[in-house]
């Protein structure tokens, strides 16, 4: 039984599998999120993802495949990791909750919660310095016995003879790294985050809806927040959480309980979009002009960044476009055109093993 279970679990961990159950759970999480919200659900929720870390860790199941998750899960780098995806659950149940009751309140005619507590006054002193006061010695308490029990996680000294494998980043670097696997350094080290941040910074100037300021709410502000969700969750923790428990040696995708196989040799054969179609679709030798070989590439890439947007606008998007107007929407779109390039990436990668839609190495244009 507990090999089956295990079986199931691997190929459910699988990078394009795991990656479609996590969009879909995060559609379902918001869609019902009036009904999984309530207190004795979420506990039922709760208590069967505490169950399959309890399977992971049993001494039953401790073989070759366990013994690597636990410990990636004990390692003292990863610590963090674990208290993270625990308090992540924990406030997003918070968060939605709060926003269910709000939304049915709103429905019936009535106030916010938070609009009642606005007339709720607190004190600087005493009770805010006393409050800040013992979270302050809780939060020291809290470190130095994380410090007394953990070893710090120090490694010797570089050794070229002696390198590790794998060879992972810091937790919080790991999403990053994950990206060096789809993209060139220059666009998942230094574009991709910068778009990252002027997309946040264009928050206020692109999205002037008053509603949902100053309370929960989800459905009136439902397409805002699922666009923050996937971007935070699927795109980053989901991403943290590859890193961590699914890569192993040689850099390759491993089933959660998977035993890591250090001679496991995967053979990528990468393909560009240009071998795709002029050696697969049209049955003949790629062109040796580089522009002519990489027009293909060139034309998806310029349709998907340039005549989207435009028919996006003039179909489904018209509602968004007549609230926004043509400068913040063309903003918005292209921004969230950049930010579902990543998973489409990832995706074609996993599945197609396509590596490049644009090669042009020579001006350091690979997309």
Known sequence: MFETIDRILNVLTRPEILFAISIVLLILSLKFAHIWTRPPIALAIGGFLVLLLVYACLPIGLKAGHAEFVRSLT???????????GLLFFFYWLSLRKASVNDERIAKGEPPVEAAEKTRKVLVWPDLVYTELIAMVACAVILIVWAVLLEAPLEEPANAGRTPNPAKAPWYFLGLQELLVYFDPWLAGILIPMMIMMGLMAIPYVDRNPKGNGYYTLKERKGAIAVFLFGFLILWVLQVFLGTFLRGPGWNFFGIFEPWDVNKVEPLLNIDVSEIFYVKLLGGMEPENVLLRELPGIL??????????????????KKLFRELGAIRFGVVANLGLIMAAVPIKMVLRWMFNLKYIVNLPDIQLNI
């Open 300 to 317: 998806l890439v310029v349709g998907y960044m340039g005549i989207l947007p435009v028919i996006f606008a003039n179909t489904i998007g």
């Open 75 to 85: 390692k003292p780098d990863n610590v963090p990791i674990v208290m993270i995806l």
